[in-house]
């Protein structure tokens, strides 16, 4: 099969590897499209230890299933459906408690096993789920990241708060939409791309161009800030800005990992008694509501879409780490 196969940092390469086979309560799925997550332009970019070449990268997959091993129920093939991509182990207190995504053990597709940017892929059969009838291939690729949106966002916005999302990119645009829906009052979205902003907006959020955001966040809200800001970059600056613009006693969800480490204010922390919450991947009730969301048409994804041949994957990689027009590129074998 054709596979497009990381070999280090800004090299992808497509290879011809062999065609994989379902082991004991494995699945097979036949690759329909598969989108660029930003922690996949993080391994392209530059040297990570969590991404060891030569590496079958994306977690952000649909397709068909088109054989099963021992164990499984005959019937799974030939459905539609989207992979959950991290595993857990099933049997730590964080399992047990159904937070599987913290899972000490976990492993995640793409990164620890190989992933999706390839025309098959096998995962537990478990981790599949079936895509919606009439949600069509590339925006059902897309429903991982809006569960990521949608973990975040279901654990800090009540209705009638101030959010701002820091971010437009597919997650921050995704946190935009389900801030929104749960009825917040005003969502904030800050960017320094107006194209992306333009898109915030069509999600029902109050774009806001990066200079002197935190400012303009002061004027908006007469001097009380916002409830809940998520932090769908995760820079020093915009780790700063979250902090800042939250008012005293609110919440900041850190879901962006653009950079590793950074400096954060203790002052804002400790003196305004802010919670902050580490925000990593989803629970199946986020992949659920993602799936329904998407196929009722609440979240029209269209405009952010770029599809390419998965034999142009350096080309898309190379355009979404240097030019930044693009929101979100579908690979497609």
């Known amino acids: 099969m054709k596979a497009l196969v990381y070999l280090g940092p800004r090299r992808m390469e497509l290879q011809e590897l062999p065609e994989p086979a379902p082991g004991p309560a494995e699945a097979r799925v036949r690759v329909a499209a598969a989108a660029i997550c930003g922690s996949d332009l993080h391994g392209f970019r530059e040297p990570s230890p969590r991404r060891i070449p030569p590496l079958v990268m994306g977690h952000e997959v649909v397709g068909v299933v088109d054989a099963v091993g021992s164990g499984v129920d005959p019937g799974l093939q ?13 049997v730590c207190p964080r399992c047990a408690e159904g937070r599987p995504n913290l899972c000490p053990e976990r492993r995640l597709m793409g990164m620890d096993f190989p992933g999706g940017f390839a025309e098959a892929f096998t995962i537990g059969a478990g981790q599949l789920k079936a895509v919606p009838e009439g949600l069509s291939d590339a925006p059902a690729s897309l429903a991982e990241p809006f569960a990521n949106g949608i973990h975040s966002v279901e654990r800090a916005v009540r209705a009638g708060d101030r959010v701002l999302v820091i971010g437009a990119g597919p997650i921050g645009l995704f946190a935009a939409r389900a801030a929104a829906l749960a009825g917040a009052e005003r969502t904030f979205v800050v960017d320094r791309l107006q194209a992306r902003l333009a898109l915030a907006a069509a999600q ?10 935190l400012g303009k966040l002061d004027a908006a809200t007469g001097g009380r800030g916002v409830d809940v800001a998520i932090d769908a970059a995760g820079f020093p600056a915009t780790w700063e800005l979250a902090l800042e613009a939250t008012r005293w006693g609110g919440h900041v969800e850190a879901i962006g990992l653009g950079a590793s480490e950074g400096p954060i204010s203790y002052h804002a922390l400790v003196a ?42 350096q080309r898309a990689f190379e355009a979404l780490v240097d030019d930044g027009s693009m929101t979100k590129v579908v690979l497609v074998p």
């Open 272 to 313: 305004k008694g802010l919670t902050v919450v580490g925000s990593y991947a989803c629970v199946e009730a986020d992949f659920d509501r993602a799936l329904a969301l998407l196929a009722s048409g609440e979240v029209d994804v269209a405009p952010w879409i770029t599809t390419m041949r998965l034999a142009e994957g």
């Open 78 to 90: 030939g459905r539609r459906v989207v992979a959950m991509p991290v595993v857990s182990c099933g």
């Open 204 to 213: 029902g959020g109050e774009p806001l161009v990066a200079e002197d955001a």
